[in-house]
């Protein structure tokens, strides 16, 4: 009799201990991870406008500088914080490039590029969270347009710069109330500002402090809806951006038109960086000749500085040049700045410091922290979901100054 009780006891006990090893596992499943990403916002835009609500993400959770990669353009760097890894290893290795293993022309301008898989490489996180059953929503990351492996997210829109950003923010709302069997646990959106006005009006501008103060009032909206659901506590947020803003000086233009001969280049592309794809006959003439101009760095693919993580792609233009912070430079017969202001250079600047902001359940709160390569947000929503990361070039001691 005596043993017969000890066996249901321990039989109980058994029961018991799975049921709650079981829940315990399905309350971290029950985590979710809303990123939104505001294109150009400098890291020290905060202290030059009022942004009370970036401020008290800031009380509430933790904030650093975000280090783009290099090059600091958008493409690069949102396909980056996607993947985890570093242009050089993800493909999308400039905003405009030339592919020699498929033969084509990558330009964000072009929609048949931009959806060509071919361009896309490593695993993008919405895919490692729907291959380990994850449902994922994003509203114009970059990457999720195509389906990069045959697969996309769950939830995806093709890129309408029309859509107001406010529609934005009501379709994140409606997809965290979705049923729970079809909700998506991993959301990411795009706001294309405050980096085009920060091209046209430059970043100490009226217009761009305007345009800064209003997003931080779109987050006030967000963050007074997404607080009266009920799932509100299982949030983790981040707000981030992708890259700064610098000034043109206008002394400093340089157009290579001056100095080379646009026929001896198979590709050119022009801007910051410039990727020059030389004929190789030409190659050591060309760089020689670059060394003498003016407000520029230019390196053969080869030799570019290891910082920049950037060089091994077979996408890399055999010369790349750099140029000096505020510098700008095109390769045309006639030509001149479409812009007051821009990014891509050197992504250890201080203006092409990125903002990073997370709050909620898994972070920390109220810290400052040290600034943080934006290749770690790969790891940090695979860390916050329980999902396996693919290879990626985040590091584990950065992710865990984050997390509480
Ligand atoms: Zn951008």
């Known amino acids: 009799m005596k043993k017969r009780i000890i066996f249901v006891f321990l039989a109980i006990s058994a029961v018991l201990y799975f049921f709650y090893a079981s829940s315990s596992q399905d309350s971290k499943a029950d985590r979710y991870v809303v990123v939104l990403s505001l294109d150009g916002f400098r890291s020290d835009y905060p202290e030059m406008a009022h942004t ?8 509430v959770g933790v904030r650093a500088d975000f280090r783009p990669c290099f090059p600091s353009v958008t493409f690069s760097n949102h396909y980056a914080m996607a993947t985890g890894l570093h242009p050089d290893h993800h493909g999308l290795i400039n905003n405009f490039f030339y592919a020699e293993d498929l033969d084509k022309i990558y330009t964000i301008g072009n929609r048949e590029a931009v959806a060509n898989p071919g361009f896309y490489e490593g695993e993008p996180i919405w895919n490692t969270a729907e291959r380990q059953g994850v449902k994922a929503a994003n509203y114009y990351w970059v990457g999720s347009e195509t389906a990069v492996n045959g697969r996309q997210p769950s939830i995806w829109k093709p890129f309408d710069s029309d859509v ?3 529609n934005r923010a009501d379709s994140i709302l ?9 909700r998506p646990h991993l959301l990411m959106w795009y706001i294309e500002e405050p980096d085009a006005i920060g091209h046209r009006a430059t970043p100490d501008s009226t217009a761009t402090r305007q345009m800064v103060e209003e997003l931080d009032q779109l987050l006030n909206y967000f963050f007074t809806e997404v607080r009266q659901l009920d799932i509100f506590d299982r949030i983790d947020f981040i707000v981030l951006s992708d890259h700064g803003m610098a000034t043109y000086y206008p002394e400093n233009y340089v157009n290579l ?7 001896s280049f198979d590709h050119v592309f022009d801007g910051v960086p410039t990727l020059l794809y030389t004929k190789e006959s030409y190659r050591e003439t060309a760089y020689q000749i670059l060394q003498a101009v003016p407000h520029i760095k230019a390196y053969k693919k080869e030799e570019i500085p290891s910082r920049f993580n950037y060089g091994t792609h077979p996408r890399v233009s055999n010369l790349v040049v750099v140029p000096e912070i505020g510098t700008y430079v095109q390769f045309r017969a006639d030509a001149a700045p479409r812009y007051a202001a821009t990014h891509g250079y050197d992504n250890y600047e201080p203006s092409m410091q990125a903002i990073f902001y997370a709050a909620g359940p898994s972070f920390k709160t109220g810290e400052r922290l040290p600034a ?5 947000l790969y790891l940090l929503i695979c860390k916050l979901l329980e999902l396996d990361p693919a290879p990626n070039d985040g590091t584990e ?8």
């Open 52 to 59: 009370p609500t970036l401020d008290s993400l800031e009380r």
């Open 164 to 166: 107001p950003f406010k």
């Open 174 to 182: 409606a997809w965290l109330q979705l049923p729970e069997e079809e």
């Open 257 to 263: 038109n001056d100095y080379l001969p646009r026929d």
């Open 372 to 376: 943080i390569a934006n290749v770690n």
């Open 397 to 404: 001691e950065e992710v865990a100054l984050i997390l509480k």
